[in-house]
């Protein structure tokens, strides 16, 4: 493992960033050409929400898997959180600006469709976290940055709830997601014991 983690450290962390935006313009030009599909801007909207949680998930997972593995990826942390907000954003602005567009709408969206009061709520949990996530706000807030913070999991949790609840009918690949983001919950409560590594 210590292998390993000297060849990740070698990585050039703007390298992740770089990977990390990159589908976004890559999926943009697919649904322009017409590679999207019939409805591209659903299509659009549902992979941008797809990588935000995958994202979300290679988040939660960089603490367990240091923990219980001695795999060490936290100098990538504030770049996958970042890309994972980046998308969270671009879901938005495609439902906002692409699909539904009258701001009318959107209002009575967000308060009577309880799916995109979940996903509203959610991305305001995120925007303190994206705002902070710099050395400076690190410095500034000390330990009320670490406490802050932890609102990424509420909203992981409402992230993949609105996901779940986003579904038509019963699907397999939401509840996926559900419940990694609930076990990478479960890992970080006080109760659990966490193995010593050799």
Partial sequence: MQRINSLFRMVPVWLVYMGGMLPAGVLF???????????????????????????????????????????????????????CFFYVSCHLLVWLLLDVQ???????????????????????????????????????????????????????FLGALHNVMLAKGFQLEPLIYMGAILLLLALRLPSVAWPKLA
């Fill in 102 to 156: 009258l701001l009318g709408q959107i209002l009575a969206d967000i308060l009577k469709r309880p799916y995109i009061t979940i996903g509203m709520a959610g991305f305001v949990l995120m925007l303190p976290l994206a705002l902070t996530s710099n050395g400076i706000s690190v410095r500034r807030l000390g330990a009320r940055w670490r406490l802050l913070h932890r609102l990424t999991y509420p909203a992981a």
């Fill in 29 to 83: 030009y697919q649904g322009l050409s017409g590679a999207l599909g019939a409805e591209p801007i659903k299509a659009l909207e549902h992979e941008y929400g797809e990588l935000a949680l995958q994202l979300l998930v290679a988040t939660l997972a960089i603490t367990p898997l240091r923990r219980l593995l001695g795999l060490n990826l936290m100098r990538f942390r504030r770049a996958i959180g970042l890309s």
